[in-house]
Structure formats: structure tokens, C-alpha cells
């Protein structure tokens, strides 16, 4: 049981470059998150999913985009990265009562 | 709208004293609280969580928060400080909808001294 798990651990892109994050959680959960965490900033959420097939913005989506093909995975997509986008990024499923259950981060370094 | 303060972005306590993070938030129905920690490089892992009930929770290492409605407050402490304490830890708000959205605070940085 791996629990949440994040391809890859680390990356540099630069200007302009186009990348996706996966995401992938073996607990059936309905509910996967995207955050980004800055400095002094704690975590925001960037996309959210309620169930396969479905994707919503969060509070910082702007330049991501996602998808939920399938129950288990959720993708985070960066069509044109900006060092604006420079972060490290979290995963997180769960239920809907319950607590969110993290990945270990993606740390994204853009040029 | 919505949110979640952390007054606090680094405490330093020595190794075997007590700790004590603030957590304040503003929500408009009784929140569920949750405490993270954040060890370096790591994700995060929840410590403990409030969702109804009695109003002290006790949380895993150790931890336990108390619930203060009249307060706005959710804040962690821990009796006996441990090296490996040392690390980030995040107060979070939700309430279940249909989204399980949480709203994060800024974190607090605990550095521990020997």
C-alpha cells in the first residue's frame, strides 16, 4: 500500500516548457488535490477533483491545467512554465468525511 | 472569507520544555481543524484533527489541541519537546460541502535547541 505517490521528485524547465505532474493514490479515494507551498505562504490549492472525470479550480489556477481520466491518477499540467511557477508541489486524496493523505512533492525548478 | 492564521512563523524551544502553536481562523459554521507537520523535504502528516465532540483532541507523538469556539482557536501543544520535533507545522480549516476543500495556514517553523 503505497498510499500517494508523485512522478517526479524533481525537475528543471525552462522558459516556455511545457511538463505534467502525476499524481497517483491506491486508496479509492474520490477526492485528489493539487497545491503549490512557497515560502511564508503555506499551501495553496491550485486544482481539485471530486470524482473521475471531474476537475475544479482552486484558489491559484491560472497557467495549470489538470485531469482525472482515471479514479486513481490526476494529472497537473503546465502548458508554458513561468518562474513564476518555480514551487513545490503536493498531491493529497481522501474521502469526503475524512483527512487528506499527502505525497511526498514535486520540487520544480523553472529557468 | 475564509482563513487560517498562524501568528507565529518560527518558535525555538529547548529540547524537554513545553510547546504551544497558535492557530486562529476565521469560518462562518463550526469548522473541522486539522494540525500537520512538515518534516524537511518531506509531505505532510497529519497530526491530529477535530471534527466534533469533545473539544481536546489528542493526536499522534505525543500532541493534543484544544478547541476553543469563543476563541477562534485551534492551538497544539505538546508537554515535552523532542529533537525530532523539529520541524514545519500547518493548522488547516474545512468543512465537509461537497469539495472537502481545506484552507491552509502559513505554517510555523519549530526549531528546537538542545
Known amino acids: 500500500n503505497a498510499g500517494v505517490t508523485q512522478t517526479p521528485k524533481f525537475r528543471v524547465l525552462k522558459t516556455g516548457q511545457s511538463m505534467t505532474l502525476l499524481c497517483a493514490q491506491d486508496?479509492?479515494?474520490?477526492?485528489m488535490y493539487w497545491y503549490r507551498q512557497d515560502p511564508g505562504m503555506g499551501l495553496r490549492l491550485i486544482h481539485y477533483?471530486?470524482?473521475?472525470?471531474?476537475?475544479a479550480k482552486g484558489e491559484v489556477p491560472d497557467g495549470y491545467n489538470v485531469s482525472r481520466l482515471k479514479k486513481q491518477n490526476f494529472l497537473l499540467g503546465l502548458e508554458s512554465a513561468a518562474p513564476s511557477q518555480t514551487s513545490v508541489y503536493f498531491c493529497?486524496?481522501?474521502?469526503?468525511?475524512?483527512?487528506?493523505?499527502f505525497g511526498p512533492g514535486t520540487r520544480l525548478l523553472v529557468l | 472569507a475564509q482563513s487560517v492564521t498562524q501568528p507565529d512563523i518560527h518558535i525555538t524551544v529547548s529540547e524537554g520544555a513545553s510547546l504551544e502553536l497558535r492557530c486562529n481562523y476565521s469560518y462562518g459554521a463550526t469548522p473541522y481543524l486539522f494540525w500537520y507537520v512538515q518534516s524537511p523535504g518531506q509531505g505532510l502528516q497529519l497530526l491530529l484533527k477535530?471534527?466534533?465532540?469533545?473539544?481536546l483532541v489528542q493526536g499522534i507523538k505525543g500532541f493534543e489541541a484544544e478547541f476553543k469556539r469563543s476563541q477562534s482557536s485551534f492551538n497544539l501543544r505538546k508537554p515535552s519537546v523532542h529533537w525530532s520535533d523539529a520541524a514545519e507545522y500547518f493548522c488547516?480549516?474545512?468543512?465537509?460541502?461537497?469539495?472537502?476543500?481545506?484552507?491552509f495556514g502559513q505554517g510555523t517553523t519549530l526549531q528546537v535547541k538542545p
Open positions: 477533483s471530486v470524482g473521475e472525470g471531474t476537475t
Open positions: 486508496m479509492n479515494h474520490e477526492y
Open positions: 488547516a480549516v474545512g468543512r465537509t460541502s461537497n469539495t472537502g476543500k481545506l484552507i
Open positions: 477535530y471534527f466534533s465532540g469533545d473539544t
Open positions: 493529497a486524496s481522501s474521502t469526503l468525511q475524512e483527512t487528506q493523505y
